[in-house]
């Protein structure tokens, strides 16, 4: 299994990946499928060739199984906190250890950064197994955001979590 950051040459791949997790699991997003599926592969090269965004995948051979992205904060008074997104490990991949491994990279990206002191993130307030996941990896849950997401008349909360470096 290998790890790295994408880039513009890995946009078809993630392309599938992201529109696989949009219908799959619409409720781990705040996109939805219908908001990216005309999106062609030059607008997710341009979004993997950003130079303020970091995302991670995790292959297996030469398969893109998992993301995340690390979005540090670009404001003066902000600069202290980058923000979690977009995680996803293919139903086929999953207790293989891959989420656990893709944020440790984010996590190991944001101190890096130096100016970075801490992460946040959203999960669906369901989600249990991503919840056990951020809290072993030492985010502690901060607050509940009620009625975050509504699809198809269904609303979903979500549990705002954050790790201090």
């Known amino acids: 299994m290998e790890i790295r950051r994408l880039n513009g040459g890995d946009a078809e791949g993630y392309r599938v990946l992201r529109h696989e997790a949009l219908l799959k699991n619409p409720e781990a997003f705040s996109s939805s499928y219908e ?22 995948g995790a292959f297996d051979t030469n398969q893109l199984v998992g993301v995340v992205t690390l979005v540090p904060e670009g404001k003066v008074k902000l600069k ?22 893709l944020v440790k990279k984010a996590i190991q990206q944001a101190a890096e950064l130096n100016s970075v002191e801490q992460i946040h993130l959203t999960v669906t307030s369901t989600n249990e197994p991503a919840k056990k996941l951020y809290v072993s990896l030492g985010f502690e849950p901060y607050g509940v955001e009620k009625n975050a997401l509504q699809i198809d008349g269904t609303y979903y909360n979500e549990d705002l979590m954050v790790l201090f470096l």
């Open 35 to 56: 908001d990216e599926m005309n999106y062609e592969v030059a607008d997710y090269r341009q979004r993997l060739d950003n130079k303020h965004t970091y995302t991670f």
């Open 80 to 101: 202290h906190r980058a923000n979690i997104f977009a995680m996803y490990v293919t139903p086929s991949q999953r207790g293989r250890g891959l989420g656990r491994e």
